[in-house]
Structures are given as C-alpha cells and as structure tokens.
C-alpha cells in the first residue's frame, strides 16, 4: 500500500507542478477535505509529530497530535476508482488506516483487515452479509489459525475463508 500511495503523491506532484517539500505536506494536511485520501496519507507520511517523533498520525493511541491527525484524514475525499464496486474505496481506506496505524485495534482485526485488502485493492466488495458472516467466521478463529490462511492466501490467490 506504500507504494501506491507513493504513486499517487509522485501524480499529484507533478500534477500540480510541485516539488516534494515538507510545506507541501504541510498544506495538503491542513485543508484534508480538498484531496483524495490517498494523497492525505501520503503528505501525512512526509510530516513528523511534534510529540512522539514518528509519522504523524501513525504514532501510539494517546499522542494527541497522531490521534487528531488520524481523525482529520477521513476529511479527505473517497472517489471510487474505475471499474471498482461503489464503496470498494471506502473499504480500501478503512483497511489501510487500520494496517498503517494498528495501535487500540484488535490483533484478529488487524489481520483480518491484511487478509483481505488485496481483494479490495483489486475492486471486490463483499455484500454486508458477506462481510458480516466472515468477520464471524475470523472472529472464531485463533489469532495463529487466522496468520495460517493470510500466509495460505498469500501463496495461493484465490482461496478464501472457509
């Protein structure tokens, strides 16, 4: 997902005819509702927190500059990409956040999110029922059996929750 958020902030620069300076981050965070939220993410990478010393918005639960910096990137804009079902964006942004910053969510839900987020990088949308019926199916499962079908899944695309 790094990389393609990388992608996504090289286009926007060049787009706009800007170079990778740390005040360009600086602007694109503080006017969030203007961008996609890939760019959000990526500008937000770019940008230390002046309390913890890491990534804004990816620092520990209880840093309030990541906290607040972590709420404020869903002000950015979640256009669907082509050919993806509406709402695969929405589920892709969730999944990422919750990959990238881990910290306060469950280890069964960190993984289910890596599980599926290359399905939804490829534009799937499980139906709510879909969706609801697997999260019981993983939540029943240990956190060692759910790391055995995210490494099976790896190697074999294709096979999914039992």
């Excluded at 981050?25 to 006017?31: N, R, S, T, Y």
Aim: charged content about 25%.
């Amino acid at each position: 997902m790094d990389a393609i958020l990388e992608a996504e902030w090289g286009a926007f620069l060049a787009q706009q005819g800007l170079a990778d300076e740390p005040e360009v981050a600086e602007l694109v965070v503080e006017e969030p509702d203007r961008h996609d939220w890939r760019i959000v993410d990526a500008a937000l990478d770019r940008l230390v927190c002046s309390e913890c010393g890491g990534p804004l918005s990816r620092g520990p639960v209880g840093c309030g500059a990541c906290d607040l910096a972590n709420g404020f990137r869903y002000a950015a804009v979640e256009t669907d990409r082509p050919g993806a079902r509406p709402g695969n964006e929405h589920a892709v942004r969730v999944s990422v956040s919750v990959v990238r910053r881990p910290q306060g969510i469950s280890e069964r839900e960190v993984l289910a999110r890596r599980l599926f987020l290359p399905e939804l990088l490829s534009g799937d949308l499980p139906s709510t029922g879909q969706a609801q019926a697997t999260k019981d199916r993983v939540n029943r499962m240990s956190v060692t059996e759910i790391e055995a079908l995210f490494s099976l899944m790896l190697r074999n695309p294709g096979v999914g929750i039992p």
